[in-house]
């Protein structure tokens, strides 16, 4: 975090993403989390997991099975973390509307992140809307970044301007 820049003190009922550990810890979730794309309603679970890391809100992680996969075509984007290896991407396609690359996996994460193999996770901000427990999602700044922000999550955040060095 920059000089400039002022930690955000948490509320009752609220986490700083500043308190969340580096590296990043997985944190198992009953919350129901839900995911709209073009009218439809793409995914649905209360069985996923967040991954917390400092400064970055929550992403989180759906298991396939409760994911319409009929409306997921893998693509060749690839991108690298540090902590959980090798990501692969999808496009959601439902009927004529398109959101390129807008949800990830990690097929073969690294060891500390095994629980998520397979695992799907959504750039909210590509989405026609993201709930957790029935809350509206507000994404995460910056087009690489896919945090779910909730009332219950303090920033700053990475990803807003200023940020890029943090």
Known sequence: MSQNTKRIP????QE???DYPRPPRL???SKRIQVFF???EIASTIRSFRILETSHPPAYYLPRDDVRMEYFRPVSNQSFCEWK?????FDVVVGNKLAPASAWTYERPSPNFL???GYLAFYPGRMERC???GETVR???GSFYGGWITDEIVGPFKGEPGTMFW
Do not use: H, M, N
């Open 10 to 13: 948490p509320g009752p009922g």
């Open 16 to 18: 700083s993403v500043w």
């Open 27 to 29: 944190e198992a979730s």
């Open 38 to 40: 073009a009218g439809q």
């Open 85 to 89: 290896g090798k990501a692969s991407y």
């Open 115 to 117: 629980p998520i193999a």
């Open 131 to 133: 709930l957790v427990d």
């Open 139 to 141: 994404p995460q700044a």
